[in-house]
């Protein structure tokens, strides 16, 4: 769904739509304390980002270090307590588990209502949720889209579905060739190239080809004769 940049996504979360047994990996915008104690009632597990501002108990709280004295990952079970508008107190328990990124070196805590899982696995799961981020910096890097052609609701939306389509055929296109391209360049090339009559599959696994036959024929031609002999 696209909305407005002003517009909260929480309304998207709806534990309805979801059946005992899925996993449900989201932003910190979506963190909703009703919904999320719906979510466990449904059996749906979920794992999101812990956001700095939120008020809990900390019921248990243990941390397992390294061979060189550094922490690991934390665990901490966790109550979240709020009352809502019908007057009835939410007590909603959860784990929060918060590892080094290595990459980033940061701390990163996460939230789930998931008490059972080894703690690799909530991180692994986490960690499928960056493939989105990815994409979207893949696109903004290669599909700019700062200007759009048309204003309302619907031709926005239909250019960000070309985008997502180009993007996809480009995906596939770099997935089946032999010769190793980046995304960039296989965008920068079929850009190039795509008013042309083509086979893309061929031209991109070996682009040398054309030009190895002319300078293979013009080796063989007889010499010219020169113009002041």
């Known amino acids: 769904k696209f909305t407005s940049a002003a517009t909260n996504d929480s309304f998207m979360l709806k534990p309805t739509n979801l059946s005992k047994g899925d996993i449900l990996v989201m932003d910190r915008a979506y963190i909703n304390y009703e919904k999320f104690e719906q979510l466990t009632r449904r059996g749906v597990i979920y794992v999101t980002k812990l956001k700095k501002s939120l008020k809990y108990t900390i019921e248990s709280d243990t941390m397992y270090q390294t061979s060189d004295g550094l922490m690991e990952v934390r665990i901490q079970h966790v109550t979240f ?66 200007y759009f052609y048309g204003e309302s609701a619907n031709a926005i939306k239909i250019q960000i579905w070309v985008t997502l389509i180009a993007n ?47 300078l293979s024929e013009a080796s063989g031609a007889p010499p010219e004769p020169s113009l002041f002999y």
């Open 81 to 146: 307590t709020k009352t809502i508008k019908t007057c009835e107190t939410i007590h909603h328990h959860a784990r929060i588990i918060t590892y080094v990124d290595g990459q980033k070196h940061k701390l990163i805590s996460l939230l789930t209502n998931d008490l059972e899982y080894n703690p690799a696995e909530i991180i692994a799961i986490y960690r499928q949720r960056w493939e989105i981020e990815l994409l979207f910096k893949q696109m903004k890097q290669n599909f700019p889209l700062k």
């Open 168 to 214: 996809l055929l480009l995906m596939v296109m770099q997935k089946g060739l032999t010769r190793k391209w980046s995304f960039s360049g296989l965008a920068t090339m079929v850009r190039i190239t795509l008013m042309y009559y083509v086979d893309f599959c061929s031209l991109f696994n070996n682009p040398e080809k054309d030009w190895e036959s002319i």
